[in-house]
């Protein structure tokens, strides 16, 4: 198994990583994540400040060599947000092609902070909550756990 975290410093290049992995075809899976709204015990500095939430967090899986089974994690500080409206149009273009791309899922559990973890224990907490398929009938729904900005799901 190998496991990697997205380490880009920009949402931007967060965003384009994303899009890498829903349109590579080594990927069978990614998994859509809103954090929690609020600051819990474990949202640290590290996270960055509380009002960049809830973030976005994702976990995609497939395959590198044959077998060898892959894992990425997308939960950094500053992977993906919808505080603002630039912001939220990344998170409408990336759902877009999530939804096109008929490999992602979301979940409806809140996820708990990870960016301090290390991508192998990030991937087995995100990996034990529950999911569904992310479709064009369930698109808004994840969308709304980032509801900072609501009109530009529209």
């Known amino acids: ?27 069978d899976r990614v998994t859509f994540f809103a954090s ?16 960049n939430l809830p973030l976005v967090a994702i976990l995609a899986e497939g395959r590198m060599l044959g077998p060898v089974k892959m894992f990425v994690v997308g939960d950094s ?25 008929g490999k992602a899922h979301f979940s409806r559990t809140r996820a708990p902070f990870t960016a301090h973890l290390s991508p192998e224990a990030a991937v087995e907490v995100l990996s034990k909550l529950e ?6 009938e369930t698109v808004n ?4 756990m980032l509801n900072r900005t609501k009109a530009v799901w529209k």
Do not use: C, W
């Open 77 to 101: 500080t500053n992977f993906l947000m919808a505080n603002r409206m630039q912001r939220a149009g990344e998170i409408k273009e990336v759902t877009d092609e999530a939804v096109r791309s």
């Open 131 to 136: 999911t569904e398929l992310l479709t064009s």
């Open 36 to 51: 929690k709204d609020e600051p819990t015990t474990d949202f640290l500095l590290g996270h960055g400040i509380a009002d």
């Open 1 to 27: 198994m190998f496991t990697a975290r997205i380490s880009n410093n920009s949402t931007t290049g967060n965003t384009s990583a994303v899009f890498s992995l829903l349109q590579d075809e080594r990927t």
């Open 141 to 144: 729904d994840y969308r709304a």
